[in-house]
């Protein structure tokens, strides 16, 4: 308020991208066990334990979309996005355990494939097949792709599809993430009723954090009399 444009402000903005999209507001966020509601970053998990995704689109524009497609590759070690070409740094490989759930009128691919085809989103070389049919062997599933089609969303209107992860049972160290994030793309319904494409942007990157469970002391005492650490009758 005082003008002063130079000063830097501390903060994280995760579930909003930026660029000619920045009216689409695209999340990626989880849900642990121990969780309450849905964050935008840093879900714990333990051994074994079970965690919902959701990919989340909303209009914040005052214009119709559509050709919203959203492509999610699923954490693992080495893992980077493909729109940016960046690093995501993940320690660990979450699986699938169900189905994908959509809106109606969605569509929903899976890929096996560590580097599947970006279309529409990005063109960077990568030719893995998707299918609307989900493998026998859903931890097989690599890439997760929503592709809304024609559907229209005016100013406003969102949508969700929720997937369940688990945990490996796999050597993990405490505070290992599994890092991700959706890529996008949508087009502008223009007032001729044709389409114009926004830039692709990327959402915030959000982590699910394994954690090695601490030691617990229970609440059963006894007198040892004799000092030798056995419950008897002395």
């Given amino acids: 308020g005082d003008g002063d444009r130079t ?5 994280i903005v995760a579930q909003f991208s930026l660029g000619a999209t920045n009216a689409a507001n695209v999340a990626k966020l989880t849900k642990g066990p121990y969780d309450q509601t849905w964050k935008v970053d840093a879900s714990k998990v333990e051994q074994g334990d079970s965690f919902q995704y959701r990919m989340f689109f909303r209009n914040d524009s005052n214009k119709t979309m559509t050709h919203v497609v959203l492509i999610d590759i699923l954490p693992r070690p080495g893992d980077i996005d493909p729109l940016t070409n960046s690093a995501r740094n993940s320690s660990w490989r979450p699986e699938l355990t169900g189905p994908v759930s959509a809106p109606a009128g969605a569509t929903v691919y ?3 494939s560590t580097t ?3 279309a529409p989103v990005v063109s960077n070389g990568w030719s893995g097949a998707w299918s609307t049919s989900a493998p026998g062997d859903l931890t097989t599933v690599t890439a997760i792709k929503i592709d809304y089609g024609n559907q229209q969303f005016l100013p406003g209107a969102s949508a969700d599809a929720y997937f369940t992860m688990k945990v490996p049972n796999a050597a993990l160290s405490n505070r290992d993430a599994a890092k991700n994030n959706v890529d996008f793309s949508i087009d502008e319904v223009l007032p001729d009723g044709s389409t114009s494409p926004l830039l692709p942007a990327a959402s915030g990157v959000t982590s699910v954090i394994f954690r090695v469970p601490g030691s617990t002391i229970g609440d059963y005492v006894w007198a040892d009399v004799n000092a030798n650490g056995i419950q008897d009758a002395a």
């Avoid at 000063?7 to 903060?11: P, T």
Wanted: proline residues 9%.
């Fill in 7 to 11: 000063e830097k402000l501390a903060g």
């Fill in 116 to 118: 599947p085809n970006m």
């Fill in 110 to 112: 899976y890929s096996t």
